[in-house]
């Protein structure tokens, strides 16, 4: 098994307002009861991602831990609604079962009972709020993959389902191999000042 030193740091987004925010994914096992306990003001949809969880990791062949599992989702103060948390949830409990080793990762998408990653939303939003600091390597669903491109400088890796992550995730150097080398083309509207100096003149001649 890897050693610690380098363990991967998982992140996901919450959407929210304009931006959103980034949040950070901690996953630790404890003795006790098998059971998830999520902490971090997580609604009533993100605690039942605890069925989604087991049922993936078994339906994909991976070994869900028979110890406790207590999962932080901060800034705790942050309330958390959406599904785009699904895949990094999964992935912080894999990463401390495997010790991933590998740079800061952004990780988005919605997990299905039997293991497959779904699209959502957000995604464009979340990798230019993950670049910001300096979080470039990107985890989404195989049908965001040009969405997550589109920020510019970032690393992505698409999936399909949940042991395909953990597969590319225990070779990180060599997994996150579509690359975007340049900042995405402005959307603004360049004015031409001359064009309109004429087309002014020429509609006060009119008159």
Known sequence: ?????????????????????????????????????????????????????????????????????????????????????????????????????GKPVLVMGELDVNGTVRPVKGVAAAVQVAKSLDITNIVVPDANMNEALSAGGVKVLPVSNLSEVHEKLLDFEKSFVIESQNEPESNSVTFDEEKIDELLERDFNKA
């Open 1 to 101: 098994m890897p050693g610690t030193d380098n363990k991967l740091v998982v992140h996901s987004y919450e959407p929210f307002g304009y931006e959103g925010a980034l949040l950070s994914v901690e996953t630790d096992f404890r003795r006790g009861i098998p059971s998830v306990d999520i902490v971090g003001l997580a609604d009533g949809s993100i605690r039942s991602v605890q069925e989604r969880l087991i049922a993936a990791f078994r339906n994909q062949g991976l070994e869900f831990p028979s110890e406790r599992v207590l999962m932080s989702l901060s800034p705790a103060d942050l309330k958390k609604e959406s599904s785009c948390t699904d895949l990094a949830m999964a992935v912080s409990i894999l990463n401390e079962q495997n010790n991933y080793e």
